[in-house]
């Protein structure tokens, strides 16, 4: 069977052009990510923060979030490792929070 007796013209050429020609082989698309322009802010354990965090996503997404609770920063964290596969060790989780809740957090108000 001719396959343009089951297929219209327009729809075989439609295909064609989706599907690229055969002998080229593709070429990898040229982008860069922006550079980063915002700093975490000091104190023990940005570097962790800084490693383990911003592998994901910018250092702006951490420092624009609401000022959160110390259980609430937990749960981001926690929602981070089992959500999004970051990749931090569940014994590196309370220092994270730690940096976390110092830097953009919430006083504890039992303290």
Known sequence: MNPSSRF????LAA??????SPTRAAEPDEWKLPSETVELRAGKGREWV????????S??????????ARAAWTA???K?????????PTNAVPSLVDYLVTA???PDPAK
């Open 104 to 106: 953009y957090g919430k």
């Open 50 to 57: 800084a490693g383990q965090c911003v592998l994901c996503h």
């Open 15 to 20: 295909m064609a052009c989706m599907l690229g």
């Open 80 to 88: 981070m490792r089992a959500k999004y596969g970051a990749p931090v």
């Open 59 to 68: 250092a702006d997404y951490v420092t624009t979030q609401p000022p959160l």
């Open 8 to 11: 219209p013209l327009p729809l």
């Open 76 to 78: 981001t964290v926690e």
